[in-house]
């Protein structure tokens, strides 16, 4: 019996975590579906949910803080020359205009119009929708630590940029004093980045039973018809994913004299790698031997901008973060408006500096974008449950957007490479 349990356990911990996530998505959708309104079967339940937004909150503050501060110390000013300047600033241009591919492709497509879940859980709270001026200045936190106390998103990353940015000029100092003592701040965020993936690990290995749980209480009262706003939201995902090649990347190619056709076909062996293995930091040696074999990019641009870009440039992530948090927002009855938005698109482009790495980067940036505009998700709320829903297709949507982040590297590398004259023109035509 001892046996038994134990090999139970060993394949759940050893099975790949967004496939058991995807099945507790749909066993919950069948159990839902056959006990409808079952409301003892809820009340059971309904606790799992509860705990697992509460873990992910817990959580969140924490990998903002180590994490962005570990990303943005990283990059050596040494290294911020005239590459390190151009492909920081085209990643984030590609990145502000992912988030508005996002955005524009889910108020096209509206997914989660229709889908009502406020018998659910109640009404959600409305949420507030501050100016423009007051978006913009509420970014600058007046004390950083009542804002990291009071899990304040933006004002939060803003100071870890700021800290961060600082850290990396002081590890760059004469000094040696200075530079020993940066040395020590940054192996003690780098330590607690460590710590916090291994929390965060934790976490998502308790996701399949929260999102179970979530999933049998939205299709227990609300029955088959939550299938369609997921599947659209899917759709969205992969036309922004579609718009962000075509409007992005081949313009760029344009803009620096390459044909864009010969890019999408070389780079499809570091973009399917990426697609089946759902990690960034996996396909980075695939992605390099194409950079160099393939597309002629040399060593001493690819060495420099691959890696960064693992870092800090989440194209697909945030195409995502803006169908989702529409999808959200409809489903709650609270669609975003253009305030919202902007500060969805503020939260995204900063967010995705330092949280590239870390697993459940999605789910997590998902949560920081929804309380920067407002949308709690508080454990038991009807936010919380459409969370929920989104992580339940988590697998599905996290190939195309790791693929995507993957793609824009990649560009990001040849756009340098070319831009300084420096590609290859007979490999990269051969």
Not at 17 to 43: C, D, H, K, P, Y
Not at 46 to 56: E, N, S, T, W, Y
Not at 248 to 254: E, F, G, T, W
């Amino acid at each position: 019996m001892v046996e038994s349990k134990k090999g139970i356990l060993n394949f759940y911990f050893k099975s790949n975590l967004l496939v058991r996530i995807l099945i507790g998505l749909i066993l919950g959708a069948i159990f839902g579906m056959i006990f409808q309104n079952a409301t003892s079967a809820i009340e059971i339940l309904k606790p799992f949910g509860d705990v697992f937004i509460r873990l992910l909150k817990m959580i969140m503050i924490p990998v903002i803080v180590c994490t962005l501060i570990v990303g943005a110390s990283s990059i050596s000013p040494a290294h911020l020359g005239k590459v390190g300047v151009k492909i920081i600033a085209f990643y984030m241009a590609t990145s502000l205009c992912a988030i508005v591919i996002g955005l524009f492709v889910g108020s096209v497509l509206q997914p989660g119009i229709g889908l009502e879940l406020a018998h659910i859980a109640g009404v959600a709270k409305e949420a507030k929708s501050p100016g423009l001026v007051e978006i913009l200045l509420n970014i600058i936190p007046t004390n950083p630590f009542g804002s990291i106390a009071n899990a304040e998103v933006l004002p939060t990353i803003c100071f870890c940029l700021f800290f961060g940015i600082a850290l990396a000029f002081c590890k760059d100092s004469e000094s040696q004093a200075v530079r020993n003592a940066a040395d020590n701040v940054y192996l003690f965020f780098e330590g607690m980045s460590s710590v916090m993936f291994k929390v965060v690990g934790w976490v998502m290995q308790y996701a399949p039973i929260g999102v179970f749980a979530l999933i049998f209480i939205v299709f227990s009262k609300s029955g088959a018809e939550a299938f369609g706003p997921l599947a659209n939201v899917t759709l969205s995902l992969y036309i922004g994913l579609a718009l962000q090649i075509s409007l992005v990347y081949c313009v760029a190619c344009l803009f620096v004299g390459l044909n864009p056709l010969i890019f999408i076909r070389k780079v499809r062996p570091p973009m399917i790698t990426a697609f089946v293995t759902r990690s960034s930091g996996a396909t980075l040696p695939v992605s390099m031997e194409t950079a160099e074999k393939d597309m002629g990019v040399p060593r001493s641009i690819y060495g420099f901008t691959l890696p960064v870009g693992a870092t800090i440039n989440m194209d697909g992530t945030t195409i995502y973060l803006g169908v989702c948090a529409i999808f959200i927002a409809n489903v709650v009855g609270m669609p975003l408006d253009f305030a919202q938005q902007l500060t969805v698109v503020i939260t995204a482009l900063l967010a995705s500096i330092g949280t590239a790495g870390v697993p459940g980067a999605g789910a997590i940036m998902l949560l920081m974008v929804l309380e920067s505009v407002g949308l709690k998700v508080e454990a038991g709320s009807v936010i919380a449950i459409a969370y929920g829903m989104i992580l339940g297709i988590d697998a599905i949507l996290d190939m195309g957007r790791t693929s995507m982040n993957v793609v824009g590297d990649m560009m990001g590398a040849v756009f340098v490479a070319k831009s300084e004259r420096e590609l290859d023109e007979e490999i990269w035509n051969s």
